[in-house]
């Protein structure tokens, strides 16, 4: 059942569960982490925790993961989602696990990466407008996002979140031996064909992107977890008649919204352990 974005857009599952037997599932996370449902609902995190559900008393869950990234509070809520998951987590990095991404693999048990496949870990980032007050009280929160993204790496590297952040302000990109010996995968192995997860023109919001994976990219995306839309259909984007300092502050508005039910999901989370 896809969510539906402001304007009545539909919009598509960007991943995808299924049993392998009773005992074994998979979740394939293919495409950019979309937040657009995120956006003044549930829809998407209760949808994710169904089909997680839906699996039943699975003993392992088996992550294949090729997405660029996208919106952190998507990410932190999938990360907790499968954290908390009593089956065992094997993620495999199918060829990217860039920002958020990266930040879901953490919740894996075992991640696996090819030689060729790459992770990108990197500071938060948003759109705000506003006077200098909320311009500062934006920038204190992304510095606290971060130190949460840090410390979920730090959980799984064994690395002090001071390095981390570092790391993460310096927008590192790491191969699959690169990441083993940072700690961010256990296990490398052979070279795979990387499949475009989203067109090339992504990577122009990062900095260091390598020049080895831009030439390996395809113009267009071949997997997004969902049937790819037919000839001709665009896939629906959400709609808006504001004006970029109205958006900007929706946007804002927004992330104050997903913090709120952030902090209520940790509560609950401790209450639950």
Avoid at 44 to 67: C, H, M, W
Avoid at 73 to 83: D, E, P, R, S, V
Avoid at 87 to 107: E, F, Q, T, W
Avoid at 214 to 242: R, S, Y
């Amino acid at each position: 059942r896809a969510g539906k974005a402001e304007g009545g857009n539909q919009v598509k599952k960007f991943w995808k569960f299924r049993n392998v037997t009773p005992q074994k599932g998979e979740l394939t996370l293919y495409g950019e982490i979309s937040d657009t449902s995120w956006w003044g609902d549930e829809v998407t995190p209760a949808d994710f925790q169904r089909d997680l559900k839906a699996l039943g008393d699975i003993e392992e869950l088996n992550l294949y993961v090729n997405s660029p990234g996208g919106d952190v509070f998507a990410g932190f809520t999938i990360y907790n989602q499968l954290k908390r998951h009593s089956a065992r987590k094997i993620v495999h990095v199918d060829g990217l696990a860039a920002s958020a991404a990266s930040v879901i693999c953490m919740a894996g048990d075992e991640i696996i990466m090819p030689e060729n496949a790459s992770m990108m870990i990197h500071e938060a980032s948003a759109v705000t407008a506003g006077n200098k007050a909320k311009m500062r009280k934006m920038a204190d929160e992304l510095e606290r996002i971060d130190g949460q993204i840090a410390g979920i790496y730090a959980e799984k590297t064994g690395k002090k979140p001071e390095e981390l952040l570092k790391m993460m302000e310096a927008e590192t990109w790491m191969n699959g031996a690169e990441a083993l010996e940072q700690g961010f995968c256990t296990a490398v192995e052979e070279a795979k064909k990387v499949a475009a997860c989203v067109s090339r023109s992504y990577f122009a919001r990062y900095s260091n992107v390598p020049a080895d994976l831009l030439e390996d990219w395809d113009d267009e995306p071949e997997g997004t977890g969902e049937e790819p839309p037919a000839d001709g259909e665009e896939t629906p984007q959400p709609v808006t008649d504001k004006t970029p300092a109205e958006d900007s502050a929706r946007i804002s508005a927004q992330m104050e919204a997903r913090k709120r039910r952030l902090e209520l999901m940790n509560k609950k989370m401790k209450m639950e352990e």
